[in-house]
C-alpha cells in the first residue's frame, strides 16, 4: 500500500478492489465506490480523514446506527449498508445514494470534466504498443529464451527420451540400412522410419502442451496490460521452441543414422536431418496450435488425439496409398506423416536401381493370368485399359494370358456388332422378347442398327429412366450398365451410333474373341500341401448349381448368342458356389463380377470394382494365385526399365491364400492371424436346414478346419449378409416374430425361445473352437430386426410385377446399435451373454 500511496503521490490515479481491510489500508484512500447487490451504487465520494465523511454520510440515514469508537469503519460500512438492514429499516440505500446532494455534485463534475477547455486536444498515441514490433520480438525471444532455461524439468525430460528412443530404434533396427535386397527389407526399413517419428514426434506434440498453458497465463496478464501484441509473442514461442527441437532432432538423427547403418553420405544425413527435423517441428507446432485454440490441455490433448490418429491411419504406412478407399485417398495427401516417410524413404533408398526380390514372384515371367471380364465402363480410362490389355501378350510371349468376357464387355461387343451371330440364322431381335415388358423403364437403344442388335447391346447403350442404383449406392451413368463413361472414353456421347466407328478396328477384335469360359485340365496351383495339379475353370461370374456343367461349359465355349441373359457371366446366388459335381475332382473355379474378394478352397472370387470407376480390373495369377492389379494409373504401362507392369499394384493378402500367417522366413507372408470367413457361411448354410439335419462333426470340422500353427479369427457373421440384402442370424432364426415379441412385458413365443437360444449357443461355440481370436461385429450381436436398406425406388420386373421401393429413404440405411442397451428388451440379455463369453474367456482361456 505504500507503493500504491506513493504512485498516488506522483499524480497518477489508482483503481483498487479492496474486501474487508484494515483501518490502516482503508483510510489510506482518498475517494470510496460502495456498490451493493445487483451493481447499484449506494456511495461514491471522499473518504475523509479518518473517514469521517463517510461516517457522516451513513449516520445522516435515520435509523442506521452510530459507530463505536475505535471501530474499524469499513467493517462498519459493510455492517450498516447490508441488504438485511434495508429490510429492516425499509430503505434502499441506492435510492436514498440517488436523491442526495453528494449524487448531485458528482453528476455536475462529470458534466464540467466531461467538457474539454478551449484550445485542448484529444489524446493521441501513433502506436498502440509503447515498443516497435521489432523490439517486441526480441523482447518476447529473450523472455522466452530465460523460462525455457529455467525449466530444466521439460528440457531434460526432452533430451532424455530422444537419447532412450534413438538408441532403442536403433538397436532393433540396428544396421539394416543397407539391407535392401529383400521386399521384406525395404519394409524393415520403412517400419524404422515410421516408428522413429510418430513415437517421439507424439511425445514431443503432448509434452509441449502443459508449457504452453502455463506461458498462455502470463500472456494474458502481459498482454491486457499492453506490453506486447500476440504476434511477437508467437514468434518468439516458435523460434524458441524450433532452436530446441533442431539440437533434439541433431541428436536423435545422429542416433539413428549410425545405428540402423545408412549410407554415410554428407547429402543422404542432411537430408535425413531435415525430414525428421521439419516431422518434429510440426508435431511440435501442432501441440502448441491444439492448445491455443482451446480452454484448456486435457481438452488439447483429446482433440490432438483424434488427429493424429487419422494422421497415423492415412500415413500409408498401416494402408498402402493404393488401398486406401478412393474417397479417402485425399487424406492420404493431407497427412504430413506421410510425406515425411516418402521423403525419408526416397532420401535413402531412391537412388538405388538393383532388383528386388519380392516372395511368390519368381515364375512371373512364364505365369498364367486370367483376367475376370469387365473391362469397360469403369471410368474414362476405359479405352487405356483395353489398349494395355491388348499389349501384354507381345511384351511378356513367355506368359499365358486368358482374357475372360464380362458382362458388360458381352454387352459392349453386342453393341458395336462383333458378337458371333446366333446358330441356324436366328435374329438377334428373338432375345428381346422375355425381356420386352422392361423396355420402356430401362429406356433400351433405338437409333441407327438397333433391329439387328442383341438384347444386351440395346440395354448398354440405352438411357435408364430411374437415377438412382440402389444396388451400388450411386447414380447411374447414361444405361443399367453405367455404360456412359466408356462413351466418354472413346470422345462420343452417350448412346451414340457413332461410338461403333469410334472403336478401333483392334479394340473391336479384342471383344470379339473374348472368351465366355477357359478350361484347362492340368494347372498347378499353391495350396498349404504344396504344388497341386487340378482342373481349372475360368469363368466371369460362375457356373450355375441347378445346371449340368458339361452343359453349361459346352454353350459357353460355343458362345450360343441365342440365350438373353448369360447366367454365367451375369447371374449372382445362382453361381456363387462350385457346382457339386465339381467338388469330386479337385477343379479351381476362377470368377470376377461379384464385388467382392472371397477366396475359399478352390473358389476364387476376385472383384472389389464391380463397375466403379475408382477400382481396378483384376488379374489372378497362377500358380501362385497371386492377385494384382493397378489403382493409381489404371493399367498405364510403366515398365520402361523392364520390370513386369501388371503387379505395379497393390497386393490383396486374403485369408484364403496358404502361407498367409507363415513367417516370411518360413515362405509366408508373415501376418499374425487370418479371418475364418468359412465360419460365417457355415452357419447360413445350417439355418436353410431342419435342426434334425444339423451334425455336430460337421460343425466342428468347420469351426476347427484351419492350418497347423495358423491362428484364425473367428466370427459367427458378419456385415457383409447385411450389405447384399441378406439377413441376420438373430432375423433368420426369430423372422418378423422379432418385430412384435422382443419386448419383456410382452409374452414371449416359441420362435423367440428357439432364436435366442441358438443365438447364444452359435456364438458361444464359435468363440470356443473357431480360432485364436474372436470377432464381434457391431450392430449384429444381438440380431437387430432390420437389416441395411438402401434408397431404392420403385421396380419393375420382367414379368411385370411391380416391386415397391422406400421412396429413395435413407431410414434403413444405417444400424440399430442401442437395442442391445435398452434394458426393456430382449436384446439386453443377449447382449449380457457376450459379455459374460468375454468375461469366460478373459479369466479361463476357453478358446481352442
Not at 417 to 436: I, N
Not at 460 to 489: C, H, L, M, Q
Not at 781 to 809: A, K, T, Y
Request: hydrophobic share 40%.
Amino acid at each position: 500500500m505504500r507503493t500504491v500511496r506513493n504512485t498516488v503521490d506522483t499524480g497518477r490515479t489508482v483503481v483498487c478492489p479492496i474486501h474487508q481491510p484494515s483501518i490502516d489500508i482503508f483510510e489510506a484512500f482518498d475517494e470510496l465506490l460502495l456498490m451493493k447487490r445487483g451493481g447499484q451504487v449506494i456511495y461514491a465520494g471522499p473518504l475523509g480523514h479518518h473517514s469521517h465523511k463517510l461516517v457522516e454520510y451513513f449516520e445522516a440515514i435515520p435509523g442506521v446506527p452510530k459507530i463505536k469508537d475505535g471501530y474499524n469503519p469499513a467493517t462498519w460500512m459493510l455492517e450498516v449498508s447490508a441488504p438485511s438492514v434495508e429490510a429492516q429499516l425499509n430503505v434502499n440505500f441506492a435510492v436514498i445514494y440517488a436523491n442526495s446532494l453528494l449524487y448531485q455534485r458528482n453528476q455536475e463534475l462529470i458534466r464540467e470534466l466531461s467538457t474539454p477547455p478551449p484550445g485542448s486536444k484529444d489524446l493521441y498515441f501513433p502506436t498502440k504498443y509503447s515498443q516497435p514490433f521489432v523490439t517486441q520480438c526480441k523482447a518476447c525471444f529473450w523472455k522466452q529464451h530465460w523460462s525455457y532455461w529455467r525449466n530444466p524439468q521439460y528440457n531434460a525430460i526432452r533430451f532424455f527420451m530422444t537419447i532412450v528412443m534413438g538408441a532403442l530404434f536403433g538397436l532393433i533396427f540396428w544396421n539394416k540400412g543397407q539391407k535392401t535386397a529383400k521386399q521384406q527389407d525395404l519394409m524393415n526399413l520403412l517400419g524404422a522410419m515410421y516408428g522413429a517419428i510418430l513415437f517421439l514426434g507424439a511425445t514431443n506434440a503432448s509434452a509441449v502442451q502443459s508449457i504452453v498453458v502455463i506461458e498462455r497465463t502470463v500472456f494474458y496478464r502481459e498482454r491486457a496490460a499492453g506490453m506486447y501484441s500476440a504476434l511477437p509473442y508467437a514468434f518468439a514461442q516458435v523460434a524458441i521452441e524450433t532452436i530446441y527441437v533442431a539440437m533434439q532432432t541433431f541428436v536423435y538423427t545422429l542416433l539413428l543414422y549410425s545405428m540402423i547403418g545408412f549410407e554415410w553420405k554428407a547429402e543422404k544425413f542432411l537430408w535425413f536431418y531435415y525430414y525428421i527435423l521439419m516431422c518434429f517441428i510440426y508435431f511440435t507446432m501442432y501441440g502448441m496450435m491444439v492448445v491455443a485454440l482451446t480452454p484448456g490441455h486435457q481438452i488439447a490433448a483429446i482433440v490432438m488425439s483424434f488427429f493424429l490418429s487419422f494422421w497415423n491411419l492415412f500415413s500409408g504406412f498401416l494402408i498402402p496409398r493404393p488401398q486406401i478407399p478412393i474417397w479417402w485417398r485425399w487424406y492420404y495427401w493431407a497427412s504430413p506423416i506421410a510425406w515425411t516417410l516418402y521423403g525419408l524413404v526416397t532420401s535413402q533408398v531412391g537412388d538405388k536401381n538393383t532388383s528386388l526380390e519380392v516372395p511368390g514372384e519368381t515364375d512371373f515371367e512364364t505365369a498364367l493370368i486370367i483376367f475376370l471380364g469387365d473391362y469397360c465402363d469403369r471410368g474414362p480410362n476405359t479405352r487405356k485399359v483395353i489398349d494395355f490389355l491388348i499389349s501384354l501378350p507381345s511384351k511378356y510371349p513367355k506368359q499365358s494370358h486368358v482374357f475372360l468376357c464380362g458382362n458388360h464387355d458381352l454387352a459392349f461387343a453386342a453393341f458395336v456388332g462383333v458378337l458371333p451371330a446366333p446358330p441356324d440364322g436366328v435374329e438377334f431381335s428373338e432375345t428381346w422378347k422375355e425381356y420386352e415388358l422392361s423396355e420402356e423403364r430401362e429406356g433400351w437403344y433405338k437409333g441407327d442398327g438397333y433391329e439387328k442388335m442383341h438384347l444386351q447391346g440395346r440395354r448398354w447403350a440405352g438411357s435408364i429412366k430411374v437415377r438412382f442404383n440402389t444396388a451400388k449406392g450411386t447414380e447411374y451413368k447414361g444405361s443399367i450398365y453405367d455404360a456412359g463413361p466408356t462413351f466418354e472414353s472413346y470422345g462420343v456421347p452417350h448412346g451414340s451410333a457413332d461410338l461403333m466407328k469410334a472403336v478401333p478396328d483392334e479394340h473391336k477384335k479384342f471383344l470379339a474373341d473374348l472368351v465366355w469360359v477357359h478350361e484347362e485340365n492340368d494347372v498347378c496351383v499353391e495350396t498349404e500341401e504344396g504344388i497341386k495339379h487340378c482342373k481349372l475353370i475360368a469363368v466371369h461370374a460362375g457356373l450355375e448349381k441347378a445346371r449340368g456343367v458339361e452343359e453349361q461349359l459346352k454353350y459357353l465355349k460355343a458362345r450360343d448368342t441365342r440365350v438373353p441373359k448369360v447366367e454365367a457371366l451375369s447371374g449372382r446366388k445362382n453361381v456363387w458356389d462350385i457346382p457339386k459335381e465339381l467338388t469330386e475332382n479337385p477343379t479351381i473355379v476362377v470368377s470376377g463380377h461379384h464385388a467382392k474378394l472371397h477366396i475359399e478352397g478352390l473358389r476364387l472370387i476376385i472383384d472389389e470394382g464391380g463397375g466403379f470407376e475408382n477400382n481396378p480390373v483384376a488379374a489372378v495369377v497362377l500358380p501362385s494365385r497371386k492377385i494384382v492389379r493397378d489403382t493409381d494409373e489404371i493399367f498405364l504401362p510403366n515398365n520402361a526399365d523392364g520390370s513386369p507392369p501388371i503387379p505395379h499394384g497393390s497386393r490383396v493378402k486374403v485369408s484364403g491364400m496358404p502361407t498367409f500367417c507363415i513367417p516370411v522366413e518360413d515362405g509366408g507372408v508373415g501376418f499374425n492371424y487370418r479371418l475364418h470367413m468359412a465360419i460365417a457361411d457355415k452357419w447360413i448354410e445350417l439355418l436353410e436346414k431342419r435342426d434334425e439335419d444339423w451334425r455336430m462333426s460337421d460343425i466342428v470340422h468347420t469351426l476347427t478346419n484351419r492350418r497347423w500353427l495358423e491362428k484364425c479369427i473367428a466370427y459367427a457373421e458378419s456385415h457383409d449378409q447385411a450389405l447384399v440384402g441378406d439377413k441376420t442370424l438373430a432375423f433368420l432364426l426369430m423372422d418378423k416374430d422379432m418385430y412384435d415379441f422382443m419386448a419383456l412385458d410382452r409374452p414371449s413365443t416359441p420362435l423367440i425361445d428357439r432364436g435366442i437360444a441358438l443365438h447364444k449357443m452359435i456364438r458361444l461355440v464359435t468363440m470356443g473352437l473357431g480360432g485364436e481370436g474372436y470377432l464381434n461385429f457391431m450392430g449384429n450381436e444381438f440380431g437387430h430386426p432390420e437389416w441395411i436398406d438402401f434408397p431404392r425406388g420403385e421396380q419393375q420386373l420382367p414379368n411385370g410385377q411391380v416391386i415397391p421401393g422406400n421412396n429413395c429413404s435413407y431410414d434403413k440405411c444405417r444400424r440399430r446399435f442401442d437395442l442391445g442397451d435398452a434394458n426393456y428388451l430382449r436384446y439386453s440379455g443377449m447382449q449380457e451373454f457376450d459379455q459374460a463369453m468375454q468375461h469366460l474367456e478373459e479369466t479361463y482361456g476357453c478358446s481352442l
